[in-house]
């Protein structure tokens, strides 16, 4: 009974603080959104240098594990074979991981950065269409998987091998002892991976939100408006809540392989129908410029101000925050996905892998939009400067087929928006559960409604800085747990294999 309790308070709690978020941000929306502002001037100020540090140590982190002598380690029983296929748990940890934020930033992160040009070509410039991609392969490459690698690592080391609550604090038993879920410390991190799920989903679910209008309004005229959004929301969030509830088995990996399938119909078709050469040859460039800028741009932090200082707090530093924010939930999906699979196979599956299919997306999507510029088709720049979650409709004004192609990105933001809602409706069910893998369905209905309030919430407040800041402040505090995690993680590896012939 004393277990169930305090299992009941740190739900009720979660769920009172951030119901008064949501509140606060429906009643007072210009006094949320003030607030908010000053939180992101803050904390991209004085604490960029951190993200950037803690996200490299992310990178580095699973990669070694991979490569050392643990990579043969199977994250469950020695003999345990995985639960799904290799198809189905690529697609359900791709949806899951960024599927919303790729189509929405695909064609529109590229332009804005041809126009604002941070590493110094002339704006406008094929150059700075070269650095362009080079910075969008950057901000969806291989960081932010780590941090949900590292998560997830940790949390089915702890899970499957040592019979550890699939909770966040379980992370840190090496540090707070065997039982660190039922400490105080456990307790408030538990508490502080809810929040940090339900703001980096909530800025997820509000971009998903826009971008569906805005391919509503180019394809029937629906206006943009707050009731729009409403509708969106609730429609969506009745699927996603539905999908959650009937179990990993159904709806979520069936979500996830429409998903694949309809990423790879709509890549393949613009790559047939649009500047094909131009893509082939942006990928093979905008690999070669990751790759060798890759240690510069890990450390970049413009200290001495200028325009790139800006653009760092704006891109970088919230994408680096967004996906600490993320990792809680990702971390915890993917590692319940991912049991009997070798640590080396889950770093290939979930580090190397996504971000190879990243660079694939942004050089389809945004190497055409990039090209159409480039040429003067379209004016796509000036339109994304207007509104960022236009871009890809805009660009497909200037496709043959443009019109089905619009209808099956609208379909695809839908089933990217379900499959994070659903997941994510699914981990905050588990963790507000004592780590429960099959968590009550009344708490995911609760948890699904909480979640859709919330982005309603940060888009009344203003739109896409809100959704932005709520990522920053959730990812501030987590990513010393994250941290942390990675050292017990290691320590208790050593600690069960003392000798490399063990493994």
């Given at each position: 009974?004393?277990?169930?309790?305090?299992?009941?308070?740190?739900?009720?709690?979660?769920?009172?603080?951030?119901?008064?978020?949501?509140?606060?941000?429906?009643?007072?929306?210009?006094?949320?959104?003030?607030?908010?502002?000053?939180?992101?001037?803050?904390?991209?100020?004085?604490?960029?240098?951190?993200?950037?540090?803690?996200?490299?140590l992310?990178?580095?982190?699973?990669?070694?594990?991979?490569?050392?002598?643990?990579?043969?380690?199977?994250?469950?029983?020695?003999?345990?074979?995985?639960?799904?296929?290799?198809?189905?748990?690529?697609?359900?940890?791709?949806?899951?991981?960024?599927?919303?934020?790729?189509?929405?930033?695909?064609?529109?992160?590229?332009?804005?950065?041809?126009?604002?040009?941070?590493?110094?070509?002339e704006?406008?410039?094929?150059?700075?269409?070269?650095?362009?991609?080079?910075?969008?392969?950057?901000?969806?490459?291989?960081?932010?998987?780590?941090?949900?690698?590292?998560?997830?690592?940790?949390?089915?080391?702890?899970?499957?091998?040592?019979?550890?609550?699939?909770?966040?604090?379980?992370?840190?038993?090496?540090?707070?002892?065997?039982?660190?879920?039922?400490?105080?410390?456990?307790?408030?991190?538990?508490?502080?991976?809810?929040?940090?799920?339900?703001?980096?989903?909530?800025?997820?679910?509000?971009?998903?939100?826009?971008?569906?209008?805005?391919?509503?309004?180019?394809?029937?005229?629906?206006?943009q408006?707050?009731?729009?959004?409403?509708?969106?929301?609730?429609?969506?969030?009745?699927?996603?809540?539905?999908?959650?509830?009937?179990?990993?088995?159904?709806?979520?990996?069936?979500?996830?392989?429409?998903?694949?399938?309809?990423?790879?119909?709509?890549?393949?078709?613009?790559?047939?129908?649009?500047?094909?050469?131009?893509?082939?040859?942006?990928?093979?460039?905008?690999?070669?410029?990751?790759?060798?800028?890759?240690?510069?741009?890990?450390?970049?932090?413009?200290?001495?101000?200028?325009?790139?200082?800006?653009?760092?707090?704006?891109?970088?530093?919230?994408f680096?925050?967004?996906?600490?924010?993320?990792?809680?939930?990702?971390?915890?999906?993917?590692?319940?996905?991912?049991?009997?699979?070798?640590?080396?196979?889950?770093?290939?599956?979930?580090?190397?892998?996504?971000?190879l299919?990243?660079?694939?997306?942004?050089?389809?999507?945004?190497?055409?939009?990039?090209?159409?510029?480039?040429?003067?088709?379209?004016?796509?720049?000036?339109?994304?400067?207007?509104?960022?979650?236009?871009?890809?409709?805009?660009?497909?004004?200037?496709?043959?087929?443009?019109?089905?192609?619009?209808?099956?990105?609208?379909?695809?933001?839908?089933?990217?928006?379900?499959?994070?809602?659903n997941s994510?409706?699914?981990?905050?069910?588990?963790?507000?559960?004592?780590?429960?893998?099959?968590?009550?369905?009344?708490?995911?209905?609760?948890?699904?409604?909480?979640?859709?309030?919330?982005?309603?919430?940060?888009l009344?407040?203003?739109?896409?800085?809100?959704?932005?800041?709520?990522?920053?402040?959730?990812?501030?505090?987590?990513?010393?747990?994250?941290?942390?995690?990675?050292?017990?993680?290691?320590?208790?590896?050593v600690?069960?294999?003392?000798r490399?012939?063990?493994?």
């Open positions: 009974m004393d277990a169930l309790k305090r299992d009941n308070s740190t739900y009720y709690l979660s769920i009172a603080i951030i119901s008064l978020l949501v509140l606060a941000g429906l009643i007072f929306p210009e006094t949320f959104g003030a607030v908010s502002n000053k939180i992101f001037g803050f904390l991209s100020k004085f604490l960029g240098w951190w993200y950037m540090l803690a996200m490299n992310f990178v580095a982190f699973p990669l070694i594990l991979a490569l050392s002598r643990f990579g043969k380690l199977t994250l469950g029983e020695e003999n345990a074979k995985p639960e799904f296929s290799t198809l189905a748990w690529f697609g359900m940890l791709f949806g899951s991981g960024m599927g919303v934020g790729l189509v929405f930033y695909g064609v529109g992160e590229p332009l804005y950065h041809l126009a604002s040009a941070p590493f110094g070509a704006p406008g410039t094929p150059q700075a269409a070269e650095d362009a991609l080079r910075a969008a392969f950057f901000h969806w490459g291989l960081h932010p998987w780590a941090s949900y690698a590292v998560i997830a690592l940790c949390l089915a080391y702890f899970q499957y091998r040592k019979g550890a609550p699939g909770l966040i604090s379980s992370l840190l038993s090496p540090i707070l002892g065997q039982n660190a879920n039922k400490s105080v410390a456990g307790r408030l991190i538990d508490l502080l991976a809810i929040f940090a799920t339900v703001a980096g989903i909530a800025t997820s679910l509000g971009l998903a939100v826009m971008q569906i209008n805005s391919g509503l309004k180019y394809m029937f005229g629906v206006p408006n707050v009731v729009t959004w409403i509708a969106i929301l609730v429609i969506l969030a009745v699927i996603y809540v539905g999908t959650a509830v009937s179990g990993l088995n159904k709806g979520i990996r069936w979500l996830g392989n429409l998903n694949l399938a309809l990423a790879a119909i709509l890549s393949v078709a613009l790559f047939l129908l649009g500047p094909t050469l131009a893509i082939v040859e942006s990928f093979v460039t905008g690999v070669g410029n990751y790759l060798s800028n890759l240690v510069h741009q890990s450390f970049d932090l413009a200290p001495y101000g200028g325009p790139r200082k800006a653009w760092l707090a704006d891109w970088t530093v919230f680096w925050a967004w996906w600490m924010a993320w990792a809680p939930f990702v971390g915890s999906f993917i590692a319940r996905i991912s049991r009997g699979r070798t640590i080396r196979q889950f770093v290939a599956g979930v580090l190397i892998a996504p971000a299919g990243c660079f694939c997306w942004f050089s389809v999507f945004g190497g055409t939009a990039l090209e159409m510029e480039l040429n003067g088709i379209g004016n796509l720049a000036a339109q994304i400067n207007e509104d960022l979650s236009f871009g890809v409709f805009a660009m497909y004004q200037q496709i043959t087929a443009g019109g089905l192609m619009s209808a099956l990105m609208v379909i695809l933001i839908c089933t990217f928006f379900i499959t994070s809602g994510s409706t699914f981990t905050l069910s588990m963790y507000s559960s004592e780590g429960n893998l099959n968590p009550p369905k009344k708490r995911m209905l609760i948890w699904g409604v909480i979640q859709g309030a919330f982005a309603l919430a940060l009344l407040s203003g739109g896409l800085k809100p959704l932005q800041i709520a990522s920053i402040a959730a990812a501030a505090p987590f990513s010393i747990i994250m941290v942390l995690a990675c050292f017990c993680l290691w320590r208790s590896l600690k069960e294999f003392p490399a012939d063990v493994i």
